[in-house]
């Protein structure tokens, strides 16, 4: 950010505190993180359809731009953008329009804080972690604002459903991601990635931390609505949720919001608990920039892979049982890992000699 | 909020409260065709529901009075279209009994294992929308492939893959090719290790077994007042098939098989687990029939030489009533045929095991969750086709 400020005040001769580099900036990089997470979302709807395919003994796209149809997903794209645009009759048109924009706003945020290598990251945020767990739950908003203007009542009941689960689901993780917190003593995700640098990955610093590391997962899995937490949209019983009145652009950023919010949650993963763009053993500081970038990406996608397997292999849960499952069984292991991090911190203790 | 057909129920409550018409159908995805229920509905908690059937009605059975008695066999099909090889039997056996005729041992044989491929087939089906119904989309897929097989198998005597129109009155319509029985037998082999994936993937899941026990319970004396038959009421832990109880093909006495009933496993007796486990249990049984029956196919005819005579003509049975009875995958279909001695039946009624397993609907919905309701559906497992009929 500061290196493109500087490119900027440079190219016109102002001064680096003034309004116009800031805004050349600032839109640079959000032109290319929305350029990213267009093409990033392409992706792994591609690769989500193979991944099912491959599960289910089919191939999924074959034909679409020749190699195994990795063009499927630009030509779907395409197709959702040339769609009618359809409001139903009796929806509230305002809040039907905005809904989407809502829902994408809040994931999109939390990408400016994630950091991609050493020194690539959009803003700094020294609370960075804070920063993405509360924007996210700005989508609970959009998806409530879809439910209720969609003025159906499968929608209503998704997005219902959408807000009982996140919320509840957030309190887990917020739990499971105080660990890292407490080792690292930091919010700045910056600083995950130079302690894990330092010391390895967090996952293995002690056992609570794998605890935690896997209460995190299946919580995301729940924020992200992915099976089998996906009672939102849940199919059979509610035609598709809170988005079953959408279709074309929106409906498109529905699904795009979708994978950018995998995206975040299998990138939190990767950088407090997998070592984000560091390896174990070797030294990616000192390396080109881009190797940090795929080395996350790698992990991210590794992640990712996993969140497809789960959802294609595994039923829904039941609202009732969504719930018991966060509050009577993800948010006490929490706790126990914090208390037993704490412990391990403060009476320096290691298990594996490292 | 008021574009929403709401009805309030209690508006001296600290918090207002009030209950919500929700339309499941007919137009819905784990409704198995053109079912609507109408649900009452208390937050997620269904508070009462009524079915609403008739989308799909075609006037099968008026068709019955209007057609020949061979001429039916093809709309037979059509009513539980999953397993259209034991609807065909059904109404050739009815029409069979009025005629006073029997099939030849060979056929007799051949339709025992026609019926038995199908009942698989069509548990499959069961076995997969099931799956679907509770989020599972995979398993679908690896039943669609072992069904795949079997309509090939059935597609080569028959010629059709789906609406054979195979068991006629008499015997069968075509004799097998001589590959065809070993073919059979590679199947069993096949099957039984694909019936192990089902288990590891859907069976024996944690998740599944939490979605399924202890939902839809309908216990022994309730199955029993509700008239249900099939899977649904042997579910409930009642032995009662008729394959071993009225046998009506001979080979049945002659073979060695097992009733599945539900034993409450996993929760209570009777609940969605139990007749969906049955009806895996019972494709297992239907191999070790086909197994035993594929050996044992005699020589000789495949239609009775006297009913060949009388397909040349139109078929007039002598004045006088049938009833007669199978089970079918989802449970005892009977035809009722009257005949007043002309070409086509004065009366022809079909009792469908689907639509009287659906009966039990209203009364299991209530109390239930909007995604119990979807299992209990599913555990039905109904085919709307005859159910409308």
Known sequence: METLIRFFSDLFHLSPDGVLPLTLAYSVCIGSLLGFITVYAMFAIWMER???????????????GGWHGWAQSIADAVKLLFKEDLIPDGANKFMFWIAPAVVFCGVFSG????????????????????????????????????GWASNSKYSLFGAVREAAQVVSYEVPAAVALLVPILIVGSFRLGDFNAWQEEHGWLVFHNPFVIVAALIYFIASLAGCKRAPFDLPEAESELVSGFHTEYSGMRFSFFFLEEYASMFVAA????????????????????????????????????????QMLLRWTLPRLRIDQVMAMGYK???????????????FETMGWRWLPL | MEALELYAVDDRADVYTEELKLNLGPQHPSTHGVLRVELRLDGEIITAARCDIGYLHRCAEKIGENVSYLQFTPYTDRMDYLSSMNNNLAWSLTVEKLLGVEAPPRAQWLRVIMAELNRIASHLIAFGTYGIDMGAATPFFYAFRERESIMALLERPSGARMLYNYIRPGGVAHDIDERWLPDVLAFCDE???????YNTLLTTNKIFIERTKNIGVIPRQMALDYGLTGPVLRGSGVKWDLRRDVPYLKPYDEIEFDIPVGEGTHGTLGDCWDRYWVRMLEMMESIRIIRQAAVRVPTGDFVEKAMLKMYKSPLKPAAGEAYMRCENPRGELGFYVVSAGGASPIRCRARGPSFCNLSVLDALLPGCMIADGVAIIGSLDIVLGEVDR
């Open chain 2, 191 to 197: 099957f039984e290790k694909r019936w192990a994936e």
């Open chain 1, 267 to 306: 990138a939190l993963v990767a950088t407090l608990f997998l070592g984000g763009w560091t390896l174990p053993f070797v030294n990616v500081s000192a390396w080109p920039v881009p190797f940090g970038i795929v080395i996350l990406l790698a992990k991210i996608f590794a992640v990712i892979f996993l």
């Open chain 1, 111 to 146: 990408f400016i804080a994630i950091p991609f290598a050493l020194g690539v990251q959009i803003v700094d945020i020294h609370l960075g972690l804070f920063f993405i767990v509360c924007i996210a739950s700005v989508e609970v908003v959009g998806v409530i604002m879809a």
């Open chain 1, 329 to 343: 069984y993800l948010l006490p292991w929490g706790m126990l890992c914090v208390v037993g991090t704490a412990l």
């Open chain 1, 50 to 64: 193979k991944v099912a395919a491959h599960i289910q003994i089919r191939y999924g796209p074959m034909e679409v």
